[in-house]
Nanobody, 124 residues
Framework: QVQLVESGGGLVQSGGSLRLSCAAS????????VGWFRQAPGKEREFVAAISWSAGSTLYADSVKGRFTISRDNAKNTVYLQMNSLKPEDTAVYYC?????????????????WGQGTQVTVSS
C-alpha cells in the first residue's frame, strides 16, 4: 500500500516556475514507477511525465518536453516535477500516481495509487 501527497502548487505568472513534490509512504515506494498527470476543468486527465524506480528512465508528454523535469529522491520517498516556462494552458490540478510497473507509462489506467492533487494556476 502506498499513500501519496502532492504539494507545491499555486498561482504563478506566465513564464514562471514551480516545483511540485509527491511525498509517499510505504516501504516499497522506491521500487515503484511514479507518474504526474493533470486535469483541467472540463477536460480529461492527461499524462505529464513519469519516472522509473531507479530514475534511469523518464517519459514526457510532448506538450511539456524541454520545460518540465521529473526527478526522484528515494531516500526521501519523494518525486519532484520542476516546471519552467509555464503557460496558461498548464493550468490544472496536478496528480501524482504510482504503481509497480516495469517501465514508465503514460496511461492513467496503469496506476493504482493516486494522490489528491494540487492546483496549479498560470496567469497570462
Amino acid at each position: 500500500q502506498v499513500q501519496l501527497v502532492e504539494s507545491g502548487g499555486g498561482l504563478v505568472q506566465s513564464g514562471g516556475s514551480l516545483r511540485l513534490s509527491c511525498a509517499a509512504s510505504g516501504r516499497t515506494f522506491s521500487s515503484y514507477v511514479v507518474g504526474w498527470f493533470r486535469q483541467a476543468p472540463g477536460k480529461e486527465r492527461e499524462f505529464v511525465a513519469a519516472i522509473s524506480w531507479s530514475a534511469g528512465s523518464t517519459l514526457y508528454a510532448d506538450s511539456v518536453k524541454g520545460r518540465f523535469t521529473i526527478s526522484r529522491d528515494n531516500a526521501k520517498n519523494t518525486v519532484y516535477l520542476q516546471m519552467n516556462s509555464l503557460k496558461p494552458e498548464d493550468t490544472a490540478v496536478y496528480y501524482c500516481a504510482a504503481d509497480s510497473l516495469v517501465a514508465p507509462s503514460g496511461s492513467p489506467d496503469n496506476y493504482d495509487y493516486w494522490g489528491q492533487g494540487t492546483q496549479v494556476t498560470v496567469s497570462s
